[in-house]
């Protein structure tokens, strides 16, 4: 929903999405990337960056939970790693 909101120019409902994500957990990867776009949206490259750092830190641990978002969404979160310069395992 909140790459929905993002395209649709709805950024408050976007950040909302992204704010519930990452309170429920900091290193969840599709917030983060959710998180480095909005950022990006504002304007804001250093915070942007910052949080694609964390995304890379918390890749391989994250992808280790096998949650069900993460396998619908295999092919953006390994494209982020490639884009990123990340080693990809599974």
Do not use: C, W
């Amino acid at each position: 929903m909140a790459r929905i909101a993002m395209i649709a120019g709805a950024l408050p409902m976007a950040r909302a999405q992204r704010d519930t994500i990452l309170r429920r957990n900091a290193t969840h990867l599709l917030g983060l990337l959710l998180a480095a776009d909005l950022a990006r949206a504002a304007s804001n490259e250093a915070e942007a960056k910052r949080v694609e750092a964390k995304f890379v830190g918390a890749a391989k641990r994250e992808r280790a939970r096998h949650l069900p978002e993460y396998a619908a969404h295999i092919t953006e979160i390994t494209s982020a790693l490639e884009r990123l310069g990340a080693a990809i395992s599974p």
